[in-house]
């Protein structure tokens, strides 16, 4: 048998790193995707095949999609849709270019990618999409309205993927962790700066009271059940492998827990646990 192959996007850091190593230590094929050229030397000095893949532009998409398929003679056996970032604060204050901007990288460069790889799956008879949602997928938290929002669209689309490829050799997954080591926080702010007037909003005080307390002055502490990355990529290994994978891996005791209340408990009791 050929060597199975895997096309990981986001693999600068966190998830999509410890993935990219995961996978090539079960000897797979990895192409290992960053939107940043110098991440992608990084990680060919480590060995990886690392194609430029920048979600908010669809012709990087299509070009590092074509980079893989010429080096593995036109096949794919899997994708992990990975990269993603947020940007802090309340809907309110949130320009619609901000939400405009961030669904470009979160969902619609994902919808480019998940689509230009199907006719190859068909055509070779298998196949695996798996999708690196959220806990923020399945229930709201406050100051994360976009990346909730854009985490909120990937699951519907996935969902409704997942039932019209049933009669397909493809299979859909979604992972849907809660709080994973990585760099998403600091990563955020510069996000947070640009779009953000926070100083103009009736919220100033909260910004200052929670959210600058959570970008600028945790000092990396962890969040609550937070687990390491290599969490996401155990359930990342049984989704690509399992001859019968789940529709949906809940990574982290946060996930686990909201999926049972959001089925169990009215909107309004979920609200004031969320909002706390």
């Known amino acids: 048998?050929?060597?199975?192959?895997?096309?990981?996007?986001?693999?600068?850091?966190?998830?999509?790193?410890?993935?990219a190593h995961g996978m090539r230590a079960r000897g797979w094929h990895v192409f290992a995707a960053c939107r940043k050229a110098e991440d992608c030397a990084r990680l060919t000095d480590e060995g990886f095949d690392s194609p430029q893949l920048d979600y908010s532009d669809p012709d990087s998409i299509i070009t590092a999609l074509a980079d893989v398929l010429e080096a593995t003679g036109g096949t794919l056996d899997a994708l992990f849709?990975?990269?993603?970032?947020?940007?802090?604060?309340?809907?309110?204050?949130?320009?619609?270019?901000?939400?405009?901007?961030?669904?470009?990288?979160?969902?619609?460069?994902?919808?480019?990618?998940?689509?230009?790889?199907?006719?190859?799956?068909?055509a070779q008879g298998h196949g695996r999409i798996v999708q690196c949602s959220s806990v923020l997928g399945l229930v709201t938290m406050p100051w994360r309205g976009a990346?909730?929002?854009?985490?909120?669209?990937?699951?519907?689309?996935?969902?409704t993927l997942r039932i019209e490829m049933r009669d397909t050799p493809v299979k859909v997954i979604l992972i849907e962790p809660g709080p994973v080591t990585s760099n998403i926080r600091a990563n955020s702010i510069p996000h947070y700066e640009r779009w953000i007037d926070w100083a103009a909003s009736p919220r100033a005080q909260q910004y200052r009271d929670v959210i600058h307390q959570r970008l600028y002055h945790s000092n990396g502490k962890p969040d609550r059940f937070e687990l390491p990355p290599q969490a996401?990529?155990?359930?990342?290994?049984?989704?690509?492998?399992?001859?019968?994978p789940r529709p949906r891996y809940y990574v982290t005791t946060p996930t686990h827990v909201s999926g049972v209340l959001r089925r169990i408990l009215p909107t309004r009791a979920l609200d004031r646990i969320l909002s706390r």
Request: a neutral charge.
């Open 81 to 122: 849709n990975n990269g993603a970032y947020a940007i802090p604060g309340a809907v309110e204050d949130l320009p619609t270019q901000a939400l405009r901007e961030i669904f470009e990288a979160n969902f619609f460069g994902w919808h480019t990618l998940t689509q230009a790889v199907i006719p190859f799956m068909r």
């Open 147 to 159: 990346y909730n929002a854009t985490k909120f669209a990937l699951e519907g689309f996935t969902d």
């Open 1 to 19: 048998m050929s060597q199975r192959s895997i096309l990981i996007t986001g693999c600068s850091s966190g998830i999509g790193y410890a993935a």
């Open 232 to 244: 996401v990529v155990k359930k990342l290994i049984h989704a690509v492998e399992s001859p019968r």
